[in-house]
């Protein structure tokens, strides 16, 4: 089923309504009701009843996104949760790596003991917790020297401001977001190809997966880096969907004299 994006979100949202002041376009976007004067949408296209929103030349009406826009603002403000949430993540890892430095032997006895514990349950279930690949992390860990893991927790922090910081920007589609995104993204994919290699989990594979259609959705979709005409073709495209420039150009046909036979 296709979905309609402006009428989803005129419906929760409200509709966006312009009078202008040029007559003939004017007439194009209202129409008298039984129960009163309506406007057209600039968004979805429907009449809705009641003054219009805002009022002035056509050059100062606002530019809805409609349409494809409409839909890709959509696929951006989901990438945008996606990187909110992977954030916040990695500033909990960082936090648990700082405190992790400072108490580091105390970390180590506790973490031995319960291994101690849990060593037999495991063994009953034919299950060698001395050669599973997360203890040996672990312990590996606890030989790192104290620097190190404050400057690990100093690097994921630094990700993590650089996701957060993406997150800002796509949701609110700026355009130096998407360029951001598909630079830090594309930097760490040969990163996680390494890590498949190393150990194959699903998870992986799915966020190599996102991350991948990520950077060629914005690419290609946003035409960065000059793809597909650049940001020239962009501004051409987002200008051609909008209600308002399609009504004016009507009207500029309409006007235009009838070719001699």
């Not at 494809?68 to 648990?96: S, Y």
């Not at 598909?182 to 992986?204: C, D, M, N, R």
């Amino acid at each position: 089923m296709k979905i309609d994006w402006d009428r989803r979100t005129c419906a929760r949202r409200g509709h966006v309504t312009y009078a202008p002041d040029d007559p003939r376009l004017r007439t194009r976007l209202h129409a008298r009701t039984a129960l009163g004067d309506a406007w057209r949408c600039l968004r979805c296209g429907d009449f809705a009843l009641g003054e219009p929103h805002g009022t002035g030349p056509a050059c100062d009406a606002p530019l809805v996104p409609r349409g494809k826009v409409m839909r890709d603002l959509f696929v951006l403000r989901f990438l945008a949760l996606e990187r909110a949430v992977r954030g916040v993540f990695i500033v909990l890892v960082a936090v648990a790596v700082w405190k992790f430095s400072n108490s580091q032997d105390a970390v180590r006895r506790l973490f031995t003991e319960y291994l101690d514990v849990l060593r037999p349950v495991f063994r009953h279930f034919h299950y060698d917790l001395d050669h599973s690949p997360v203890v040996g992390s672990v312990q590996k860990a606890f030989g790192y020297r104290h620097s190190t893991l404050l400057l690990v927790a100093g690097l994921l922090l630094a990700y993590a401001l650089v996701e957060l910081v993406e997150a800002v920007g796509l949701w609110y589609a700026r355009r130096w977001a998407e360029y951001l995104t598909v630079v830090a993204t594309a930097a760490f994919l040969p990163l996680e190809v390494y890590e498949l290699t190393e150990h194959i989990s699903g998870l992986k594979i799915a966020t190599l997966v996102l991350n991948i259609l990520a950077v060629l959705y914005i690419a290609l979709a946003k035409r960065l880096f000059g793809l597909r005409g650049g940001r020239k073709a962009f501004d051409e495209e987002r200008h051609s969907a909008s209600l308002l420039e399609v009504e004016e150009s009507a009207v500029l046909v309409a006007a235009r004299p009838a070719p001699l036979p």
